[in-house]
């Protein structure tokens, strides 16, 4: 039988539940188990894909399609699993599904109410994932603070499966924030009591805190959480700040955590073994090389909204011995006043990341070319790809205006178009090409050297194209496509031959890279950047 590890959050957002949750199942699977898992959001959206990145942070795209949230990132990261669109559950799904089939008349002429129906169907919803993959534990995270409005049907399904399963099998940890403040130095307790007091009066005491905190917590700090929050010392984990993410789940595991759920949920640890994990931790805290690379968005406020480039480049830069120090550069600020293209100066590397619209678009440009010009490694992802292709159109072809459609429909040269499978679509949630999509590499390219070979998957999420109507003037001029899809007609990869390192993906290889198996793109790219740093 499955058992339930619900983790939720308390006292504000951002606290980092989706690191707790993945760090748990990190810690359970080191010691033999199979682990799942899963993330409700309470949000109304049917899923994140039309969210803004400034409030919500990035997008993951699964392997199968859909358009999760940037905690499916850590999830992936931390698990090394794919994880697919069965494993997110929001209000936006669970109505939609209630409602049709009220609509259809299944519910008999039933008044159809929050409880049961909606509880129903979110129990049900998790009652299936665990029949999908039968792991021994299934860990579904909350998303959210106790106490919203929106989370109350979903911690209502939750305590219900504790009551119809039992405290052995349905476990709650609550991350919660432990202040302190600077004037004297003191490690509040009150948020997390009044946090604990409001899931208490919905009827759930929660079996462990998971504390976060500048500094670890005080014994005289855990005691009094004890007590107030009714659990043992044992059950009040700190959960620190460290230097890496990747730390999390190693000084929860030597506070016992791991030991505490098994005895909770009555399972027998199979094995013990975090060796590989504990080595990547010490080597990315001991790299003294470093390397500085710039990532031109228009998102650069809110740091979680290119998580998954800031991982991927980490990855890669352990790996290669050197620390990535990313220098941001707001791309709507190149754009506004040009001369700030001087900002690059001294990188080792430049990456335009994916995104959307024709705000910060011209600065992205300008930090493309600055990359071509004077022979920076430079590395587009998505976005990052099809300006790479308009820079290298106006720049190097003199085609004036060359542009994408969706930035001017009346460009003269619409070197990046619509997909035509694209032209009908009306709704806008989740009818971007997405997923995971097979593409054929050249030999003798860049690319096929970075991968190895000539046959890949990865993972997209776009809805324009390089128009075929301007691919054999761009190869002529020197820019090569190198990878392809859908029988050669769509373009994948592009680089410049005669340019020290030039390479952009019209896909997303970050989400499927992994703190001990970096992307290759990243790994020659943070490569082609030590290079350029040692000179």
């Not at 010691?31 to 993951?60: A, R, S, T």
């Not at 209000?91 to 509880?119: F, N, S």
């Not at 106006?394 to 178009?417: K, M, Q």
């Not at 899809?485 to 499927?512: N, V």
Request: proline residues 5%; charged residues 30%; hydrophobic residues 35%.
């Amino acid at each position: 039988m499955t058992k339930y590890i619900i983790v939720t959050g308390g006292v504000l957002s951002g606290l980092g539940k989706g690191v707790a949750a993945a760090a748990i199942g990190k810690i359970l699977r080191s010691k033999g188990l199979k682990v799942d898992i899963c993330k409700i959001d309470p949000y109304l959206n049917v899923d994140p894909g039309l969210m803004n990145p400034f409030q919500h942070g990035e997008v993951w795209v699964t392997k199968d399609g859909y358009e999760a949230d940037l905690d499916f990132g850590h999830y992936e990261r931390f698990l090394d699993m794919e994880i697919g669109r069965d494993h997110n559950i929001t209000t936006g799904k669970v109505y939609l599904t209630v409602l049709e089939r009220e609509r259809k008349g299944e519910y008999l002429g039933q008044t159809v109410q929050i409880i049961p129906h909606i509880t129903d169907e979110v129990k049900k919803q998790l009652y299936e994932i665990a029949r999908l993959s039968h792991p021994d534990v299934l860990i579904v995270e909350i998303g959210g603070t106790t106490g919203d409005i929106e989370s109350m049907p979903f911690l209502e399904a939750l305590r219900q499966m504790r009551m119809e399963n039992g405290k052995e099998n349905v476990m709650f940890i609550h991350v919660t924030l432990v202040p302190t403040l600077d004037a004297v130095g003191e490690q509040k307790t009150k948020p997390t009591q009044h946090s604990v007091k409001e899931l208490r009066g919905i009827g759930i005491q929660p079996d462990i805190l998971i504390c976060r905190t500048v500094k670890p917590l005080l014994e005289e700090t855990k005691a009094k959480l004890a007590l107030f929050c009714d659990v043992s010392k044992l059950d009040v984990i700190s959960n620190h700040d460290v230097e890496s993410v990747y730390e999390v789940p190693i000084i929860m595991e030597e506070q016992g955590l791991g030991d505490n759920i098994l005895a909770k949920l009555t399972l027998r640890e199979r094995r013990n073994d975090m060796k590989e994990w504990k080595r990547l931790v010490e080597r990315m805290k001991s790299l003294e090389d470093e390397v500085e690379i710039a990532v031109v968005g228009k998102y650069t406020d809110l740091r979680d909204s290119y998580i998954s480039i800031v991982e991927a480049l980490r990855h890669a830069g352990t790996h290669h011995g050197s620390r990535v120090k990313i220098r941001w550069i707001e791309s709507l600020e190149l754009e506004d006043d040009p001369a700030r293209v001087n900002d690059l100066e001294g990188v080792s590397g430049i990456l335009v990341p994916g995104g959307f619209g024709k705000r910060g678009s011209e600065g992205k440009i300008l930090a493309i070319q600055y990359a071509r010009e004077k022979g920076i490694p430079y590395f587009g992802i998505c976005f990052g790809f099809q300006l790479a292709v308009i820079e290298f159109a106006r720049n190097v072809l003199g085609l004036e205006g060359a542009n994408s459609v969706e930035l001017d429909r009346d460009t003269p040269h619409p070197v990046i178009d619509l997909l035509p499978e694209q032209r009908d679509i009306e709704q806008m949630g989740g009818t971007m090409r997405l997923g995971e999509i097979p593409l054929t590499i050249q030999e003798g390219t860049l690319a096929h050297r970075v991968y190895g070979k000539t046959e890949v998957g990865e993972r997209h999420r776009h809805r324009y194209e390089v128009n075929p109507d301007y691919i054999e003037k761009i190869e002529e001029k020197g820019m090569k496509f190198s990878a392809r899809s859908d029988g050669g007609r769509r373009m994948e990869m592009c680089e410049i031959p005669d340019h020290p390192y030039f390479l952009a993906t019209q896909f997303h290889p970050e989400f499927k890279s992994r703190p001990l198996r970096p992307a290759p793109v990243f790994l020659a790219f943070v490569e082609a950047a030590i290079r350029r740093e040692k000179g």
